[in-house]
């Protein structure tokens, strides 16, 4: 998956969980009405789509907001976001302490007992069951992650 | 909206007994219902957390969550409905939810916790459903 280009929008906030919401109006609002390159085109994604990238990207700056809480880093949780003819792409750009994402443990199965003591770690499931591609690129500096969600 | 959280008690047989206060006795808490308002996310969840605590502690034992209000749910808001199931059940209690949105119903399906919880349409399904489990 290729980068995010610079030309598309670029939010910086706290790593506080009440900047979720305005995260998730502004990336939406970039997906949702079109406002790609400035051509004033039309949005590729109808708003059923729109609703998953609001949840992905939740997901994603969620995570951020975690691992810079674990080592408290203070630094503002990066977002960008760029839309065009077929697929938006978002990428999130945190200063955790960086995981091994191939070391995230699958969760046991939903109707086992010990299933219920797994209140958190659906995030990552998530992104990668409704974004079209899901790219972690992590280390000790910190964590980025795209996601690329075209129409369903 | 602004993330919130209400509390209403209702009798076991499922009529209101009063708004937000005390008239629900610890002898009989009946079924105490949580409405939620607003985005359900990892700034909402502390204070649902809190809530249902604060009732198990208070002797509720009988909950049903309303999410008929709730705008946006994610997988912290999701861990926080789990957490309150497994409190509920750890002191003999149960959760019911009640989530008629489809785009909240859809977050439910993709993490398979359609399968752990029954998503009610509305409070009074919730509480024949409870009626049914548990006969007063």
Do not use: W, Y
């Amino acid at each position: 998956m290729s980068r995010v280009p610079p030309s598309g929008i670029e939010l910086a906030v706290p790593p506080h969980p009440e900047f979720l919401q305005l995260v998730r109006a502004v990336v939406g609002a970039a997906a949702g009405t079109g406002s790609r390159s400035g051509t004033g085109g039309k949005s590729p994604l109808d708003p059923g789509r729109v609703a998953d990238l609001r949840l992905v990207v939740s997901e994603a700056v969620t995570n951020a907001i975690e691992a810079q809480g674990a080592v408290g880093a203070t630094d503002r949780i990066l977002i960008r976001c760029r839309v065009d003819d077929e697929q938006v792409l978002v990428e999130v750009v945190d200063h955790g302490p960086g995981f091994d994402p191939d070391a995230v443990p699958d969760l046991p199965d939903v109707e086992t007992p010990e299933r219920l003591r797994h209140e958190s770690g659906l995030g990552v499931a998530l992104m990668h069951r409704l974004a079209d591609g899901a790219e972690v690129e992590s280390g000790p500096d910190g964590t980025t992650v795209r996601l690329m969600i075209r129409p369903g | 909206m602004k993330f919130d959280v209400h509390r209403r008690g209702l009798s076991a047989s499922g009529s209101a007994s009063g708004a937000s206060d005390g008239l629900v006795s610890n002898a009989d808490p009946g079924v105490v219902v949580l409405t939620v308002l607003g985005d359900l996310d990892m700034a909402g969840a502390p204070g649902l957390r809190q809530a249902v605590v604060t009732e198990v502690a208070d002797g509720a034992r009988l909950v049903v969550l309303d999410l008929t209000a709730v705008d946006f749910v994610d997988s912290a808001g999701l861990g926080v409905v789990v957490g309150a199931l497994r409190r509920l059940r750890a002191h003999d209690g149960e959760l019911l939810v009640v989530c008629p949105e489809p785009r909240i119903r859809r977050v439910f399906e993709l993490c398979d916790l359609d399968r752990v919880f029954t998503l009610h349409r509305d409070v009074e399904a919730a509480v024949a459903a409870m009626d049914r489990r548990a006969p007063a």
